[in-house]
């Protein structure tokens, strides 16, 4: 009776937009700048919540690199859940060059952004290789290079069936920071235009977030990249910094430009310590001039 109950339960959510439709045919080789235009954008998570994002606009520069800070329940996951339309706009909109995403059917949206999140996803009982190519459209050379990318390949190389392993349910037959890694390079054998990283490192060894770094900074260079940060080192040296608070924004600008202004981004400086705070103000003003 519990299960029925689960299933009739299911059957009464409501479903998620349209998967695809007829727009998405006349829309080819999206994106191909990745500027993204966020215009008014207001987002509930059910009605009778509050706001969780309120009249939010800014546009970031196809190819930039923006680290999204703030105060843990500040909106930063919303702003990301957003993009992806996993929570659909209440007002406003989001333009990807010049497209509103929200004229989208999901898979054409969401193929199109690759996410690295802060738990990262392998799918149980199936093979590396489907894990990391669900749609089979890359060779094993390619798959490979991805590998060596995010420096995994001799660890993939060590298991004995190789790319054949079958993953086990949640990775757990894999660290995770081994899992974060092989997420990267499932992107990266996508090759979108926009990557979002939400705060991918946060439970990996400093090592692999720096390996992390590096992999994104090398494959991604050209992407549009929103990475959100609570440790302010992995997003100072990116070309601009915004800063959310209740939901709203507090700040735009580049990270030195915010130091400057000595409002929320630099009190959020401040915090991490005198030491930090003189490094990480160091290396703003450099990378200005
Ligand atoms: P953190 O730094 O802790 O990850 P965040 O900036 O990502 O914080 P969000 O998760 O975007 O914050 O939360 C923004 C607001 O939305 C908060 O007020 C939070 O209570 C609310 N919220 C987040 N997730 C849900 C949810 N699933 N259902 C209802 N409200 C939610
Ligand atoms: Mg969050």
Not at 74 to 94: H, N
Not at 99 to 125: C, F, N, T
Request: with cysteine.
């Amino acid at each position: 009776m519990v299960s029925v109950e689960r299933v009739i339960g299911f059957r009464d959510l409501p479903p998620e937009a349209a998967l695809t439709n007829d727009y998405d045919k006349e829309v080819k080789d999206w994106p191909a700048g990745g500027e993204i235009d966020v215009k008014d954008l207001s987002v509930r998570y059910r009605s009778g919540l509050p706001l969780s994002l309120r009249g939010l606009s800014f546009t970031i520069k196809g190819g930039a690199r923006v680290g999204i800070v703030g105060r843990t329940g500040g909106g930063k996951s919303t702003l990301v859940q957003s993009l992806l339309r996993l929570l659909e706009a209440e007002k406003g909109q989001i333009i990807i060059d010049d497209i509103d995403i929200a004229k989208l059917g999901l898979h054409k949206l969401r193929r199109s952004i690759s996410v690295i999140p802060q738990s990262p996803v392998l799918y149980g009982g199936c093979s590396l290789r489907e894990n990391l190519d669900p749609f089979h459209h890359h060779d094993d050379e390619r798959i490979g290079e991805a590998l060596y990318d995010v420096h995994m390949l001799e660890v993939v190389r060590s298991l004995s069936h190789g790319l054949d392993t079958t993953v086990a349910e949640n990775g757990l037959n894999f660290s995770v920071g081994q899992r974060q890694l092989l997420c990267l390079a499932r992107a990266i054998l996508r090759r979108n235009k926009i990557l979002v990283l939400d705060e991918p490192t946060a439970n990996v060894d400093s090592r692999t977030d720096k390996l992390l770094q590096e992999a994104v900074a090398k494959s991604f260079s050209d992407a549009t990249i929103l990475a959100v940060a609570h440790r302010l080192d992995t997003v100072i040296d990116y070309d601009k910094i915004l800063v959310l608070g209740a939901g709203g924004l507090l700040e735009y600008g580049t990270p030195h430009e915010l130091v400057v202004k000595n409002g929320a981004f630099c009190s959020m400086i401040d915090d991490t310590g005198e030491e930090m705070a003189n490094i990480l103000k160091a290396r703003a003003r450099n990378n200005s001039s």
